[in-house]
């Protein structure tokens, strides 16, 4: 019989043989010199940090770059980065920002920087994805959704470097989630000297390719599906990373990557099972780390396609799934069932919020009642990796698709590759799909704004149930404008209730996050916005030399490695 809590049977060999094959195609193991392997759980949809969407690509350009302004970490509270200071006029609608003085930019075998940071990098990078004329817009064929899903281009009036340290933006009405919104990866700060330096090589695709910018660690090479790597970056005006190098070790099966980690073949995992965290807990060399994330997994249901316009058959669905049975059955103790598409522990969640009852028999009445007596076939589309607010996309389609047979709704399950599935979804291409979101910057508006107003439910927005209903899309727009953080949390009340009533998704589960680490990881934390963040982050063992800086301070305030 197998022995789960101490990893011993026969599966756990299979797996431990498994990770080692996979060490095998690393250039670096953790036994080499101040070498933080990292298990991620998949490949970047790109590299370039203005246009991923994904925790698992915004954590590939964190070790790279850095935005004008940040967030603390282990909170969701704005802080100076590379602009030391910023002021706001007094309508809101003028942002001044001075940049630190000094601030170098990495180079690499084909480029070497000749200055530091200054304003005309902040024009670069903001006007990139501003201006469909500017010469990179359109280089890697980025489309910049999530910059449009926010309503920047039409929300940005001026961007301009009024010296070499100064650099202002003008909007064209006040917006209080500006400054959240830039602290994000599409606020990430790329060197104009690169772009141009390129640019005159004919070479404009190698930006995207081989990233540079001012962060912690600078980019060394990507092999999809085996590893992306980095090298620390001594001049970094946060000083030196503690460690030499830092390796995403890309191992999609979370039952490899926990073998990993016990072999020590890497050093943290992200997404455990949730079978295996008492395991975890009870094993002398990991420590467990859990967050109250702010994300959401739910069901869209698009109402552009038939028979899901009619708000009948949408709510008809919701009576019937038991939401309940799927977060204890998947997510276990890190779930709780979802009423809103807010989570709980942010602002601006309506805790009265009813739920629809569980009523099959209504259900069908209503299924009757929209020409559908005996039901329906459709496809339920579901992810094909482990996330955060999903960790298990199959186990929670079959047991949708087992609640809906009860009404007579006939479902065929099914998925893709995850950049391919991902494509699809922000496409529109799924009547029904399962998908979820991980805050990217602790406002309400990144969910309700940017998963349900109107402006992302164009072809390619992340409003994946193409649903744009007027009132609810003044209510956020309105809530945009205010300075009152009440006030604003009164209109997300309003609006929460309206996706109550049409029903354009059903949402399923908020999650808990854990993440795996050996004893000897000193320095990480949890972050309530999904990043898994290397600042700072060490290892345990021999005095890691002069010139380091060993001593950083920690991440943040939640879920500290000791």
Same mark, same amino acid.
């Given at each position: ?23 095998? @195609? ?72 001075? @940049? ?53 281009? $039409? ?90 190098? @830092? ?36 094993? +002398? ?47 276990? %103790? ?7 598409? @807010? ?13 629809? +009852? ?10 009757? $009642? ?6 329906? $076939? ?38 893709? $590759? ?23 910057? !602790? ?79 000193? !320095? ?11 600042? !700072? ?8 030399? %002069? ?16």
């Amino acid at each position: 019989m197998t022995d789960r809590r101490n990893g011993r049977g026969p599966r756990a060999a299979i797996l431990r043989r498994a990770a080692g094959c996979a060490a095998l @195609l690393l250039l670096a193991a953790p036994a080499a010199a101040r070498t933080l392997v990292f298990c991620s759980e998949g490949n970047p949809e790109s590299l370039n940090p203005q246009i991923v969407t994904t925790t698992t690509g915004m954590d590939a350009a964190w070790p790279v770059f850095d935005t004008l302004v940040a967030f603390e970490p282990g909170t969701t509270t704005i802080r100076p980065s590379l602009a030391e200071s910023w002021t706001v006029s007094p309508d809101g609608r003028s942002y001044t920002f001075a @940049l630190r003085a000094g601030v170098p930019f990495h180079g690499n075998a084909r480029f070497r920087p000749t200055r530091p940071l200054a304003a005309e990098d902040v024009v670069f990078s903001l006007s990139r994805q501003w201006r469909d004329d500017h010469p990179f817009h359109r280089v890697s064929g980025g489309q910049y959704a999530y910059f449009r899903d926010l309503g920047l281009p $039409e929300l940005i009036e001026a961007v301009e470097a009024v010296d070499a340290r100064t650099v202002r933006v003008r909007l064209r009405e006040a917006d209080a989630t500006f400054l959240p919104n830039i602290a994000m990866t599409l606020g990430a700060v790329q060197s104009a000297e690169y772009a141009a330096f390129l640019a005159a090589a004919g070479e404009a695709e190698r930006f995207d390719r081989e990233p540079i910018g001012t962060g912690p660690f600078s980019f060394v090479a990507f092999q999809p599906d085996v590893a992306l790597r980095y090298r620390a970056f001594p001049d970094h005006w946060g000083g030196r990373p503690p460690v030499d190098s @830092l390796v995403f070790s890309i191992t999609p099966n979370a039952a490899v990557r926990l073998a990993k980690v016990r072999a020590g073949e890497c050093h943290l995992m992200p997404f455990p099972n949730p079978a295996d965290l008492d395991a975890i807990m009870a094993d +002398p060399g990991l420590t467990l780390m859990r967050e109250e994330e702010l994300n959401v997994g739910y069901l869209a249901l698009n109402v552009t396609r038939p028979p899901f316009d009619d708000l009948r058959v949408r709510r008809a669905v919701a009576m019937a799934i038991d939401k309940a049975a799927i977060v204890a059955g998947v997510y276990g %103790p890190g779930g709780t069932v979802a009423r809103s598409p @807010l989570p709980p522990n942010l602002w601006g969640h309506d805790p009265g919020l009813a739920d629809p +009852p569980l009523d099959r028999p209504a259900a069908q009445r209503l299924l009757a $009642e929209a020409g559908f007596p005996s039901g329906f $076939e459709a496809e339920l589309w579901y992810p094909p990796v482990s996330r955060a607010y999903n960790p298990n996309g199959r186990r929670v389609a079959d047991m949708i698709q087992a609640d809906l047979a009860r009404i007579g709704v006939r479902l065929r399950l099914v998925t893709d $590759e995850w950049a391919a599935y991902r494509a699809k979804m922000l496409a529109g291409v799924p009547a029904m799909a399962l998908f979820g979101w991980t805050a990217d910057n !602790g406002d309400p508006d990144n969910f309700l704004g940017v998963l349900l107003a109107c402006a992302p439910a164009r072809p390619g927005g992340s409003n994946v149930a193409r649903w744009c209903d007027p009132a609810f899309d003044s209510l956020v727009t309105r809530a945009r404008r205010l300075p009152d953080q009440e006030a604003r949390a009164a209109l997300y009340r309003e609006a929460q209730g309206i996706v109550r009533r049409e029903v354009p998704w059903v949402p399923i589960a908020h999650s808990a996050v854990f993440v795996a680490a050996r004893r000897e990881v000193t !320095g990480y934390r949890m972050d309530p916005l999904g990043r898994h963040l290397f600042r !700072g982050v060490g290892l345990r063992g021999p005095d890691p030399g %002069p010139g380091t800086n060993a001593g950083a301070g920690p991440q943040g305030a939640a879920g500290r490695v000791p």
